[in-house]
């Protein structure tokens, strides 16, 4: 049968094949409407129960994937509090004390530290509480973010943050009362929260406590508590390390059909793959769809379990209004196809009429069809494509005029680079034979300069080239002084062969001895230093001299002159730098100023790792 049907295809389509397109119309709306008719009275019911199905799938899985999104985005909030909070020195030092904290010092750690890490919680709405437990008895508690770690230490979850050896740890769907404290207010919640736990080890690589930030499980799986009036499915949270199944309890699957956990727990448990899947699952009489999505949480994964007898149960009602709909619309359309079709048509062979003209090479041809419709939109995107292609031709004609022009003005540099290298080292041959060798050895560091500012092939060089420019830029800038200029470069091998971009060095270094040290030289010597820091994501070139420095309000002003605020007593310079290396490495980098008066000032080039 279903090697008929193809062979019925395929003769019907080589018949059609030079069918005009008014033929073809009329066939392919037989095709699609007639015969789909015909195929959704014999098989309407499998199909609606198919699609239904599928619906509730492409749902939940929707459901899930944003329940995930929401995880992660929730989790990353949750990281950047607690390590906000643990690059929080003047806390550090509190949680470290060794001695009874004086009252002055307590009052001013409340008024500040104690108030940025509150500022902090209400900053992100979605979190509920941060929380740090202390083993320190030296300290006094201050509600509700420091809590004496006894309070909490014959907890379950205390005992595996521990374990996890300053990994983090979360706690899944459990309500937010188990700090133990004599008061009314510590009555039993009603709301269950997602907890990340994560110990607290201080630079002596010492323990110092626990942190813990806690979010409404609402806001953590939105999703899972949302109501489902079709009754058709709910989600819930499995750990695989803990077989920990949870959810929101007030959902119609858990009342109406007295779903058994325990039993679905046994079932899924070695079932469960990485990344997403599907499972059928029966239990007693009904029978379950299972969608699972791995969350970003370690071995912990959103199940979807999906009553598909109930999601099923409208489509015999379905069927018929569907078979009466689509008779009804069958004869419609069929009174209305024709007239539709030939004023469609009209306007397409009109347009077919002007691309034939194209085609002969008359670009300047106007279509006379207008209007809003597709046939309209697609007359008025063809004039302006063939304006577009008109003006192309135009451009790429004088693009050609001026890459000839450049090539001329290149090789009319480059003759007069030779001629100038040449006469360079003609004079240094000079200075040799009269025995001038600071005039000799300075006519090749110009020289190695110049061959370096010309040569231009790329934008990118390695750093070994770079730092070679500096240090003949800095033996020409000490003939200048009377003292000498100091370089160290504290660089190490591994670097040498790293990509960075050309000249974004030489700038910073130029601002280091004009800006920085420049009158110190007058006096005694002055020094330059070049160094590396590196963290996970970036690489961070450091310029640092030992000049007179600026104060705050001339830092913060070259700072926002470098970032695009243009102050015309700044050059421009670093702001040339600062451009070029956003534009290639990023937003997230570019040149960042540090000074102190009277004792340095320091260049950050913050580049891509």
């Given amino acids: 049968m279903k090697d008929k049907i193809l062979m019925f295809l395929k003769k019907l389509k080589e018949n059609n094949k030079n069918n005009s397109l008014m033929k073809k119309l009329i066939i392919a709306y037989i095709i699609v409407i007639g015969i789909p008719i015909i195929v959704f009275s014999i098989y309407t019911f499998n199909q609606l129960s198919n699609n239904a199905k599928k619906d509730a799938i492409d749902k939940y899985s929707y459901e899930l994937q944003n329940d995930c999104d929401t995880i ?106 188990d700090i133990k404290v004599d008061s009314a207010i510590n009555d039993q919640s009603k709301d269950l929260v997602v907890a990340l736990n994560k110990e607290i080890i201080n630079n002596e690589n010492s323990y110092d406590g626990i942190i813990r930030v806690t979010m409404p499980s609402r806001d953590f799986f939105p999703n899972m508590f949302n109501k489902d009036n079709s009754n058709n499915g709910q989600i819930f949270n499995y750990n695989l390390d803990e077989n920990d199944l949870s959810t929101n309890e007030d959902n119609l699957l858990l009342k109406n059909l007295k779903f058994n956990r325990d039993d679905f727990k046994i079932f899924v448990k070695d079932k469960l793959e990485k990344g997403s899947g599907q499972l059928s699952y029966n239990q007693g009489t009904e029978n379950y769809y299972i969608l699972y999505r791995e969350t ?58 002007s691309i034939k003209q194209v085609g002969s090479g008359d670009l300047t041809v106007d279509i006379p069809v207008y209007g809003t419709d597709e046939a309209g939109i697609l007359a008025h995107n063809f004039r302006e494509m063939m304006k577009t292609i008109d003006k192309l031709i135009s451009e790429n004609v004088q693009k050609e005029i001026i890459s000839k022009e450049t090539e001329l003005k290149a090789l009319k540099s480059q003759i007069d680079g030779h001629f100038l290298f040449n006469t360079l080292e003609n004079i240094r041959l000079m200075a040799m034979v009269e025995e001038n060798y600071l ?41 200048r002084y009377d003292n000498q200029i100091i370089l160290n470069i504290e660089i190490g091998n591994q670097y040498n062969n790293k990509i960075i971009l050309k000249l ?18 007058i006096r005694e010597d002055g020094t330059i230093s070049i160094y590396i820091e590196t963290d996970d994501k970036f690489l961070y070139l450091i310029v640092k001299d030992d000049g007179k420095g600026m104060d705050s309000d001339k830092v913060l002003q070259l700072q926002e002159h470098i970032n695009g605020n243009l102050n015309m007593n700044f050059g421009l310079g670093l702001k040339n730098v600062n451009e070029r290396i956003r534009l290639y490495y990023g937003e997230d980098c570019g040149v960042f100023v540090e000074s102190k008066q009277f004792c340095y000032t320091k260049l950050t080039l913050k580049l891509l790792k």
């Fill in 72 to 177: 992660e985005k929730s989790i990353y909030i949750m990281r950047n509090i607690i390590n906000t909070t643990l690059n929080n020195k003047e806390l550090l030092l509190y949680l470290d004390s060794d001695k009874t904290v004086q009252t002055s010092d307590l009052i001013n750690f409340n008024d500040t530290t104690y108030k940025q890490i509150i500022n902090l919680q209400n900053n992100n709405p979605s979190i509920k509480q941060i929380n740090i437990f202390t083993p320190n008895s030296y300290i006094y508690e201050i509600w509700p973010l420091i809590y004496r770690e006894n309070r909490i230490n014959k907890n379950d979850w205390y005992k595996k943050t521990i374990e996890k050896d300053g990994a983090i740890y979360f706690t899944i769907n459990k309500y937010d009362n």
């Fill in 296 to 353: 970003p949480i370690t071995n912990d994964y959103l199940i979807c379990v999906i009553d598909v007898t109930n999601v099923t149960k409208g489509i015999s009602n379905s069927r018929n209004e569907l078979l009466g709909t689509s008779a009804l619309l069958l004869i419609i359309v069929l009174i209305i196809i024709y007239f539709v079709t030939k004023a469609i048509l009209k306007k397409l062979y009109i347009i077919l009429d």
């Fill in 439 to 479: 005039v000799a050895d300075s006519l090749v560091f110009l020289g190695d300069m110049m061959r370096y500012n010309i040569k231009w092939d790329n934008d990118f060089v390695i750093f070994l080239d770079e730092i070679n420019y500096i240090k003949n830029y800095v033996a020409l800038m000490t003939l």
């Fill in 504 to 521: 974004i060095i030489q700038p910073l270094v130029e601002n280091a001895i004009k800006h920085g040290i420049s009158e110190k030289l």
